[in-house]
């Protein structure tokens, strides 16, 4: 969409930016884990909670594991809801099976809270 506007003695032209999928945006995942906190209603829907995990099990797998700590991620996945956080390790088993014994610490630290989850 162009908006046209004239400005003294020159017309000018904008282009305003239609609002990107939260599927296509960039999410900054070494910050929010740096930081330990995810924004205000960041994750406003189930949809959106499901997406962030996804992405957040590649994120994991694909960057160098000193990038992050379990104590950052974990604090993270407290964050969401435990729908998703149960989504998060069993789309880490089935991504990467052999990656599990590095996020077992982490994994058998949520098992208690998932409990009641795993069945549903």
């Known amino acids: 969409m162009f908006l046209h506007y004239h400005c003294g003695n ?3 032209s904008v282009q ?6 939260f599927a296509a945006q960039a999410i900054p995942f070494d910050e929010f884990l740096a930081a330990g906190k995810l924004p205000e209603g960041y994750l406003a829907s189930e949809y959106l909670a499901q997406q962030f ?3 957040l099990v590649h994120y994991v797998l694909s960057v160098p ?3 992050y700590t379990m104590a950052q991620l974990g604090q993270l996945l407290e964050q969401i809801n435990p729908r998703a956080q149960v989504l998060f390790f069993k789309r880490l088993k089935e991504t990467s099976p052999e990656s599990l014994k590095d996020f077992a610490p982490l994994y058998y630290g ?3 809270e998932f409990h009641s989850l795993l069945f549903t």
């Open 53 to 55: 995990v996804e992405r």
């Open 65 to 67: 594991a000193s990038s």
């Open 16 to 21: 305003q930016q239609p609002s990107i999928p």
């Open 110 to 112: 949520f098992m208690n």
């Open 10 to 12: 020159t017309d000018v």
